[in-house]
């Protein structure tokens, strides 16, 4: 067994291969997004120190910000106790997470009104989607 | 439709009925756990103001804290831009959220080593879990 396979073996991937992972901003705690890895896209993370993600709707690996330019520097890596999710602290360059132009994925709050609950948005567009993928890196 | 079946129909559960549930604490930003809600815990969980996940090992409704006490008050749920997440700011009371008696479940850390990446443990066990599971709620 090698060192690599070694901690990765620790991970408990789903019947999909895959695991989530959490982003949780360094410096303000903020929840930034969570999406999956399979095994590829955790050794490749832990390799590159970049935030790489598997798409379950292209198939294929994501590295985050490969279009957008929002790459996700890692800084910590951790496992929960069931060994079955990921927790990863990054710092989100460009300020923003959200394919939405937003910080963070989670800008929608369950508010109750006078007709009843409803999903409030609670956080700007930073940035016009159409600016942001243009199919350049600025 | 009536006014719960909306909020809740902007849910994207898993072909298993599932949808991931996140727990932050709304103090420390730490992020707590994460476990899994069927359609039923997420509606409980709303009216009850405490967290109520689903047990996919005991494939039934788990009222956090419904045996070691250490419930979860709800502060504000939110909810991704693919509706497939759920984000909840809670109140950890005990301060223990993890089985294993730690303040939160994502206790190991990778780090590297002379011999390789490992994942360390980095939190303390602030109670044993034998005391914590007594069938009594201290």
Excluded at 118 to 132: M, N, S, Y
Aim: net charge negative; aromatic share 8%; hydrophobic share 35%.
């Amino acid at each position: 067994m090698t060192a690599e396979s070694s901690w990765l073996d620790a991970l408990a991937f789903d019947q999909d291969g895959l695991i989530p992972a959490i982003a949780q901003d360094a410096q303000s705690g903020t929840v930034l997004m969570m999406a999956w890895m399979n095994a590829e896209a955790v050794a490749e993370t832990v390799r590159t120190g970049q935030a790489v993600y598997y798409s379950r709707s292209r198939k294929r690996l994501w590295r985050k910000g490969e279009e957008s330019g929002h790459t996700q520097t890692i800084h910590e890596i951790r496992l929960d106790c069931d060994g079955d999710v990921l927790l990863l602290s990054v710092t989100q360059h460009g300020g923003i997470a959200c394919h939405t132009g937003r910080e963070h994925c989670f800008f929608r709050r369950l508010d109750a009104t006078p007709d009843g609950k409803t999903w409030q948005v609670t956080d700007p567009v930073l940035k016009d989607p159409a600016d942001i993928y243009t199919g350049k890196k600025s």
